[in-house]
């Protein structure tokens, strides 16, 4: 099973991903980032896009990965990565879907401004213009697909530890 944790920077994604894993028995975190960052150590580069999840190659890469990881180890990934295209969501679901791979997909959400509140006073990895740069694509994606599509968990006023319960025990249950 992948327990695929949605939402945009600063939702807390990465922090609730390590506490799931610590929740879930035999369970392991798989950043589908890594594989974008594999996709951006290609030389000469790819074309550029912008966003490695623009490249064709990253969707398919995320899918496999996913399964050859779960049929070497068994057991559910914790799976923290954003994905705001539609399409985009679709693609690596049907594919996870094609091997028989249930997903269970989760949205971290808060507000505008907390999620700014988070990115601007990020002590780990700094401010980030990057970062800030997804909070209106994410709120878009929200009002016309995301949330229709996974269980939100709302974590404007949840502590990482709650919000990392209320998914384990949502998929315990």
């Known amino acids: 099973m992948i327990v695929w944790l949605n939402g945009t920077h600063g939702a807390g994604k ?6 799931v894993q610590q929740l879930i028995p035999d369970s392991r975190v798989f950043d589908a980032e890594k594989v974008g960052v594999t996709l951006m150590d290609i030389t000469p580069g790819l074309p550029w896009t912008g966003n490695f999840q623009h490249w064709p190659p990253w969707r398919p890469l995320v899918v496999e990965t996913a399964r050859h990881v779960l049929d ?8 923290p ?3 705001l295209v539609e399409e985009y969501w679709r693609e690596i679901s049907a594919g996870l879907a094609r091997h028989d791979i249930p997903v269970r997909h989760f949205v971290l959400h808060a507000d505008q401004d907390t999620l700014r509140g988070r990115i601007e006073g990020d002590t780990v990895m700094g ?11 994410y709120a878009e994606a929200a009002r016309t697909w995301l949330h229709d599509e996974a269980e939100v968990v709302d974590t404007t006023h949840l502590t990482p530890d709650r919000v990392a319960l209320r998914i384990a025990e949502a998929v315990g249950s």
């Open 72 to 79: 070497y180890t068994g057991g559910t990934l914790v799976m």
């Open 127 to 137: 401010p980030s213009a990057f970062r800030l740069e997804y909070l209106e694509p």
């Open 14 to 19: 990465t922090t609730t991903a390590a506490l």
């Open 81 to 83: 990565m954003t994905v």
